[in-house]
Every structure is written in C-alpha cells, then in structure tokens.
C-alpha cells in the first residue's frame, strides 16, 4: 500500500513538472521536432525495444473501435446526449471568451473570473447561457463531425498504418465540414452572447420592446437574423468562416499529434498498473491547452470579425497587434482552457465509451476495455 502510495506522489509530481514545461519558452517547438522526427510504428513493432517500452506498448495496444464496428443508431443516439452535456457546461466559459476576445484593452473586464462574476451579480444565471437556445443547433455539426472523423480515418486506414497520421488528416477534415455548418449558428450566437452588458460592443441590438419568455427566447433569434441579413444579405452569416477554419482546422489537426507526444510521455512516468483510461483523460486536456494556445490568436481575430462585422482577416489582425500589442493575442485563452478541458476528457474517454456502448451486440465478447 505505501509502495502504490509513494508511487503516486511521484507520478503527481512528474505530471506537474511535465504541465511546467508545457508553459515555458520554446516547448511547443521542441514538442513538435520530437513529433516530426518520431520513426513511424508499424504494428509488428509492438513487442521490440527494452522491457519498459515493450510494456509501454502493451498498455497502448487497446483494440480501436472503428466504423464499421458500431451500431450506428445506438452512437447517433448516445452521441447527440453527449454532446448536449458537453455544450451546457461549457457555454458559460465560451461566452466569456467571446466577451473577453471583443472587448477593448479591460474596458469591460479584467480576466475569466471577474467577468464570471460580474455577468452573475449584473444578468444572472440566464446571462450566462445568452444564445444558449440557438447555439443547441451546433449539435448538427458535431455529429457531421464524428461521422467524418471516423469516414476519413477509415480512408486514410488504406493508405497508412500510423495512427498519428490517421488522426490528424481525419482531424483536420471533421473541422472543415463541421464548421461549415457551425458558422453561421456562431454568427448568430456570438451577437446573442453580446448582448447585456457587451451590447455595445456589437453592430447588432435586440428590440427592447420583446416581452414574454416564450417570445423573448426564439423572438431575440429572430430579430438578430433579421438585422444580419438586412445589413450584409446571406454572406453575413459566414461573415468569418475563413478566420473558422483557419483557427479550428489547425486546432482539430493539432491536437491529436500532441495527444499522442503526452500520451506517450505520461506512459513514461506512470507505474506500471496505472489504467490506460487514466493516462489518456490526463493526455486529452493537457493537447487541448497546447492546441488552444497555438491557435488562440486567430481565435480572437475571428471573434472580432464576426461580431464586429469586419472583413478583412488580415486587417483585423493588423488593427488588434497595434491597438494592445502582442498580450491581445493571449486575450480569452485562459476562458478557452477552460471550456476545451471537459470536452478533451470527454473526446477521449466519453467518446471511447460511446463506442463501445454502440458495438454491434455480436461484436460486444470480442472487444476488451
């Protein structure tokens, strides 16, 4: 018992000092030249190499459940639950980086929690959860997402054996259909989002004569859809779909290789009999903060043209390094952080457990947690 104990301390400390390292100068470069110069691992390779990396191996050779092992009603169904948990619990997080990306210098907040508590005392619970209702409809374009990711990686399955590969095309390509269908419901939402004490942040304001909650919860939709096309015709509602997909596609596609760096680094310095589950809850939200702190600039030159209707992706940028410097591009990260980390733990152990919930019933004996 004190053996495990003393080997759980370690362990803690290793990850923290690993999450050091993360922060400082000069890590994600040498994450990367460790990724790029990595020899492929081709499948009878499982079982070479000293004692340790050959246990190393065992631990991360769990059977994938790919696409055509699924019952496909049973993961449509499981999925979208899934996925509306995910959204509920972060959105209060994703309206804070909105708020935090759009405003001015701290004109109106000063970091993640004072604007927590300043939208609590000032709007409420409610306040939290603006453009919450429309929002909803992004779960269209997480499902597009699943699907793709696991068609593609299916197709890419024919061409090469390494799974890092394998994911990150499949990665990239899940974002590029998932936010063509995300965008305009972000449009929409992030003018919602704005509302209260950011409305004057945004070209767009709700009608203050809407009464009733029925009317004020789809009317205040409505009336921003209104005003959106009024101004900018159909191409306002992918007013930023450039800025999108240049933040998602390489957030989507990045991940996964860093998911793999600290997976196999976690392996590395935990003991032995710690589960393979555990390793992987700790990788996933460990790449999802590298991930968004690589594409965290261009998130917030997105959030600036979309709201503030901007068209220029180059301009905005320019406009945002010399009105607050190179800190502006840092703006909402910490806000980001914390909504992509419970999606990160879910992706990877939800998302894992999903699938073998969703096995074909003949195929349920055959596979090993």
């Given at each position: 018992m004190l053996a495990h104990y003393v080997a759980g301390l370690d362990f803690t400390a290793r990850v923290l000092s690993l999450f050091g390292w993360i922060t400082s100068e000069g890590c994600i470069h040498s994450i990367w030249m460790v990724i790029m110069t990595e020899q492929p691992k081709g499948r009878n390779q499982s079982d070479e190499g000293a004692p340790t990396a050959g246990r190393m191996q065992q631990k991360r050779n769990i059977q994938i459940i790919e696409w055509e092992d699924l019952d496909k009603r049973k993961f449509y169904s499981f999925g979208v639950f899934m996925t509306m948990t995910i959204r509920a619990t972060v959105y209060p997080a994703t309206l804070i980086r909105t708020r935090l990306?759009?405003?001015?210098?701290?004109?109106?907040?000063?970091?993640?929690?004072?604007?927590?508590?300043?939208?609590?005392?000032?709007?409420g619970?409610?306040?939290?959860?603006?453009?919450?209702?429309?929002?909803?409809?992004?779960?269209?374009s997480g499902q597009a997402y699943i699907t793709t990711y696991e068609l593609v990686r299916k197709y890419v399955s024919q061409y090469s054996e390494d799974n890092t590969v394998k994911s990150l095309v499949a990665g990239g390509s899940a974002s590029l259909v998932a936010q063509s269908i995300t965008v305009p419901i972000d449009v929409v939402s992030q003018q919602l989002m704005m509302q209260g004490q950011g409305e004057h942040l945004t070209r767009f304001r709700l009608n203050s004569t809407e009464?009733?909650?029925?009317?004020?919860?789809?009317?205040?939709?409505?009336?921003?859809m209104a005003q959106i096309f009024a101004a900018d015709g159909f191409r306002g509602f992918y007013r930023g779909y450039v800025a999108s997909l240049l933040t998602y596609i390489p957030?989507?596609?990045?991940?996964?290789?860093?998911?793999?760096?600290?997976?196999?680094?976690?392996?590395?310095?935990?003991?032995?009999?710690?589960?393979?589950?555990?390793?992987?809850?700790?990788?996933?939200?460990?790449?999802?903060?590298?991930?968004?702190?690589?594409?965290?600039?261009?998130d917030v030159v997105r959030a600036?043209?979309?709201?503030?209707?901007?068209?220029s992706v180059i301009e905005t940028f320019r406009q945002l390094i010399k009105e607050e410097g190179c800190w502006g591009l840092t703006k909402g990260l910490s806000?980001?952080?914390?909504?992509?980390?419970?999606?990160?733990?879910?992706?990877?152990?939800?998302?894992?457990?999903?699938?073998?919930?969703?096995?074909?019933?003949?195929?349920v004996d055959s596979r090993h947690w």
């Open positions: 990306q759009v405003q001015r210098g701290k004109s109106l907040y000063s970091g993640t929690f004072d604007a927590f508590f300043k939208i609590l005392r000032s709007e619970v409610r306040g939290l959860y603006r453009g919450f209702m429309v929002n909803t409809f992004t779960l269209i009464v009733g909650k029925s009317k004020k919860v789809f009317g205040q939709t409505r009336n921003i957030n989507s596609a990045v991940w996964w290789p860093f998911y793999h760096f600290y997976a196999e680094q976690l392996s590395k310095m935990a003991p032995s009999d710690c589960p393979h589950l555990v390793l992987q809850a700790m990788a996933g939200p460990l790449a999802a903060a590298t991930a968004s702190t690589v594409t965290n600039p261009m600036r043209v979309q709201v503030e209707g901007r068209s806000a980001r952080i914390i909504s992509s980390t419970p999606t990160a733990i879910v992706m990877v152990v939800g998302y894992e457990t999903l699938k073998k919930l969703s096995l074909r019933p003949e195929l």
